[in-house]
């Protein structure tokens, strides 16, 4: 809605192309000067010794170890009773099997 003395004006494809020549829509960066300084920092930088990379791999294991124990959820407990009760019908079963066969073999 416009009041009575704004006119309303059709703005043509070249109006736009001239605007966006004179205007980017996205600033403009330097990367030269971001690539010279990447450049400095891997000259000045030195690789750490397989030491340094063991303890520090160590140490985010050792972290993530600590957080899924913390983060234990009682589905991860279900998880481990159904677990815990496949084994022992397995044992049990290992059990019977034994059993049957000292029986067979008349022991």
Avoid: W
């Avoid at 494809?13 to 450049?39: C, E, G, R, S, W």
Wanted: hydrophobic share 30%.
């Amino acid at each position: 809605m416009t009041s009575g003395n704004e006119k309303l004006t059709r703005i043509s494809i070249d109006d736009l192309d001239a605007f966006a020549d004179t205007k980017p829509f996205a600033p403009q960066h330097d990367y030269d000067a971001y690539n010279a300084v990447i450049a400095k920092t891997l000259q000045t930088k030195t690789e750490p010794s397989f030491d340094e990379k063991f303890q520090r791999y160590a140490d985010y294991y050792d972290t993530l170890m600590q957080t899924r124990r913390q983060l234990a959820t009682c589905t991860d407990e279900a998880r481990i009773k159904q677990k815990r009760k496949k084994i022992q019908l397995h044992t049990r079963l290992v059990q019977i099997y034994r059993t049957l066969d000292d029986a067979r073999d008349g022991e």
